[in-house]
Structure formats: C-alpha cells, structure tokens
C-alpha cells in the first residue's frame, strides 16, 4: 500500500525567508504523480505544484519548488520569500497514474509566518 | 458552476440521526471523489466515481456510509445513525481525467 508521510506537524518561517517542508513515501510504482497541496483556513484545498515521477526535472511555480529525489522516495517544498498569505496547512499527496485517480495525502505541516 | 459547491457548510447533528451531505461538481468533470478529514489529520478517501463505472468504495468506513451519484452531476454521501466519530470535514473533488482535481470547500459535521 502507499504511504505518504510528513514528519514536521509544525514549521514557521520569518516573512521573507526560506522554507522547506519534507515529504517521504512509499510505493512499489514506477510511474505516479506527487503534488503539494495548501488548505487555508477557508478549507478549501488548492494546488501548489505538480511534480511527474518519470520527469527528473523538478517543478517550480513562481516561488515554490520542489526536490524530488525519487530513489530515496522524497519530494520536499521549499517555498522562497515567504509570505503571510502563505500561512496554511501544507499537505503532500501522491497517486498512481494508471486506474483509479484517487489521492494518498500525507498528516500535513502547518506553516507559520512571522511578520 | 465556476467551482465544486458543497452543502451545507455546517451541519451539527445528534448522534444517531441520518444526515446527507451534497457536493455539485464542475460541469463537464467525470470524476468525483470524496475525502473525509478529521481535526488535525489528512484527508482520508472515501469513495470515487468515474462516469458510469462501478464507483470505487473502497474507502467507506461502514456499512453506514454510502453515496449516489447521477450521471456526472451532483452527488450525495449518508451516513446513516451518526456516531461522534464521524465528526470531521467532509471534502468533495471533482476532476476531467488526467487533469487534476477542484476542491469544494466541504461540510463540516459536528456529531453532538
């Protein structure tokens, strides 16, 4: 079964600064996706960024990037220049590519920004 | 509609009543899915229906829990003689394979 694991329940980060959020899983896969997802407190859970398993470049989007490293089965977020809108839940997610297009999301960190 | 719309927001109900949550997905989206979160926690799946395939409910709790769905509209998830474990949000999510998933804004069920 896949498992999708985020150690850091809690993280937080001067405005401005630089984050990174850690994500580990686990799959017998050979092709699959792996995304980032933000749920502020309005609920609503909005994509972050994307990464494809049989890409070996990593993803960005504007300030967010990820470090995919898919031997060791981990896909971080680092997100630059923090900023307080990016006060959220973050939740990492992964999902086979073939048949059902279900999600596996990893417990969440929730993200802090200090003014 | 412009987005995936969930009714109600907020629902507090005694512990064994029935409730029925509905999610309106986008126009057009095949897929629809349902993800049960409880406080603090991840999302946990529940069910998923692609068209007018067997929907998968491999994620169902109990025999309580079941949904419907018509076609490629709206769909329904009951829980039948609620229990205070059931307390959770309940996120709906609709998609067009292989493009990614829209998120409603989900129910929040309070069993008191």
């Known amino acids: 079964a896949q498992t999708v694991t985020q150690s850091q329940p809690e993280m937080s980060v001067q405005e401005a600064e630089t984050v990174t959020l850690s994500c580990t899983y686990d799959t017998s896969e050979s092709d699959y996706y792996l995304f980032w997802y933000k749920q502020p407190p309005s609920r609503q859970m909005i994509l972050v960024i994307r990464q494809e398993a049989y890409k070996q470049q990593n993803a960005t989007e504007n300030r967010f990037s990820v470090n995919f490293q898919k031997a060791a089965k981990s896909f971080s977020l680092k997100i630059s220049d923090s900023q307080l809108g990016d006060a959220a839940m973050y939740f990492c997610a992964y999902r086979i590519i073939q048949g059902a297009q279900k999600l596996v999301f990893g417990q969440g960190t929730r993200l802090t920004i200090n003014p | 509609g412009a987005g995936v719309s969930q009714s109600p927001s907020n629902k507090v109900t005694e512990k064994g009543k029935d409730v029925e949550l509905r999610c309106d997905p986008i126009s057009g989206h095949t897929a629809l899915y349902w993800y049960r979160q409880r406080l603090g926690q991840g999302l946990e799946f529940l069910i998923y229906?692609?068209?007018?395939?067997?929907?998968?409910k491999s994620g169902l709790p109990s025999d309580r829990f079941s949904a419907e769905r018509t076609g490629e509209s709206v769909s329904t998830l009951t829980i039948q003689r609620t229990q205070q474990e059931d307390s959770a949000v309940y996120l709906c999510a609709s998609s067009l394979p292989p493009d990614g998933y829209t998120f409603g804004s989900g129910t929040r069920l309070t069993v008191v």
């Open positions: 229906f692609q068209g007018n395939s067997a929907p998968d």
